[in-house]
C-alpha cells in the first residue's frame, strides 16, 4: 500500500473519529439534558400536587387553576398520594402500584425519581400534623423520546456521510501532499546511465523534501564518479591488459618453437603458455561482468529470437566441446512468434546461456544435456537439465558468488565466473535464474525472461 493511500485512511479514520466522539457528546448531553428536564417538570407537578392534597396553601382552587393555566397535561399522568402507614402497614405500600425501588428510595432519602420501561416516576415525603405522606407523580413516552430517537438516526447518518466526505477531502489532501514527492519520482525514473548528469530541480525553503532533493543529487554526483571510473577501467583495461599478455604467449609459442630446449625448459615454457591461455579466458570473463553491469541502454538492444538463439550455442557449444551431447526439446515451444521474442542484447544473451550449458555438459562429464524453451505468461522459460555431479545444498548459496566453486568440482578446471556473468547478464535483461539441483543426481537451470512486449510495457 502506497503511503498516500496509508495517509489518506489515517487522516479518515482520525477525522471520523472526531466526528463520532463529538456526535456522542451532543447525543449524550441532548440526553442527560432532556431527562433532567424531564424530571424537573414531574418535580413541580409534585410540589403542586402537595399543595392541592395536602392543603399547604389557603387558596389551593387558585393553585389548581394556575396549574391548568401554566403547566402543560403531561402524556398519561398521574398522580398518587399515599399515607405512610406504621411497620405493621407496611404491606400497603409493597401491594400499591407504584415501583418498589421508588417507594424505597423516597422513605430513605426523602426524595426519589425511577424509570420504568416508558413511564417516569418522581416522588417527595411529606408529613403534615404527625402522619407521612408518599406524593408521587408519574407520566409517559415523553414527546422528546421521539425527538432523540430522531436526532440519533440524524447523527448516524451524518457521521456515515462525513466518512464520505473526510475520505474525499483526505484523497485530495493527501495527492496535493504528495505530489512534490510523485514530481521527485518521475525525475529519479528518468535518470539513467546515459544522463547520469542530470540532476533533480532545486527546491524553495528548507524542508524535508528539500533536503531529500539535495541527498538524491549528492548521490546522483556519487554515482556519475563511479561510473565513469568503471567506464574507463572497462575502456582501458581490454587494451593494457590484453597487450602484455599477447607478449608473453607470443614469445613463449616462439620458445617452443625453437630448436634445442630441454625437457625441463619445454615443460616450464608449455606451463607458462597455459597458464596465459587461463589468465586471458579469466581476464575475458571479468571484462564481460564488468560491462554485463552496465545500464542495459548502454547496449545495442534488438528483438532476439530465443529459439534461434539457443540453436547458436548448441552450435558455439558443439565446436568447443565436440563430445558433447545437447538434445534441443521444443515440445512445449510458444505457438505465436511474438512469445519467443525478448529484447536485449545478442551477444551478452548468448554468453550467459552458453556458460550455463558449457558448465551442463563439462560438469556431467558429456552426458546428454536437454535444452527446453517454455512460455509462461509474459516470460519465456529456458530450461538447462543435466545429469551431473550436481551441487551440494549447503553450497548452492554461493554458487554466484564470483570465483566460488563447489567443493565437488576439483576434478574439473573452471574458474568460478561463469554463473555470476551469467546472472549479470540475465539480470540486465530484467530476468532471474533458479536452480533445482542434487549431489550426484544432475541439475535444473530455469532461466526466464520477460518477452518484448512484456519489457515495453
Known sequence: MKIQTRATLLFSALTS????????????????YAFEDFYQRLETRVNIASDLHLNFTRDAALVRQMRQAYLEKLPAEREYLLEVPDQSGQEKLKNSHLPQPL??????????RYREDHTFYVGQLQKVKGKAYLVVVSAQDPYWLDELNR?????????ILSIGVVYVIGLRFTRHTFKPVRDMIREVRGISVENLNQRLPPRKGNDELAELEQTFNDMLTRLETAFETQNNFVSN???ELRTPLTIIKGEAELTLASEGLSATQRKALEVILHEADVLKDILTSLLGMAQSGFDGKKQNWEVVRIDELLWLVKESTDQLYPESNIRMDFSQLPTEEAQLQVLGNINLLKLAISNIVMNACKYSNNQEVVIGLQSEKDMLVIVVQDKGIGIPEQELSYIFVPFFRASNTSNFEGHGVGLPLSLNIIRLHKGSIGINTREGAGTEIRVLLPTAQASLV
Open 151 to 159: 436526532l440519533s438516526k440524524i447523527l448516524l447518518i451524518g457521521f
Open 103 to 112: 417507594i424505597t428510595d423516597i422513605l430513605q432519602n426523602g426524595k426519589g
Open 17 to 32: 473519529l472526531v466526528i463520532l466522539v463529538f456526535s456522542g457528546f451532543i447525543y449524550f448531553f441532548t440526553n442527560h
Open 237 to 239: 583495461a581490454s587494451h
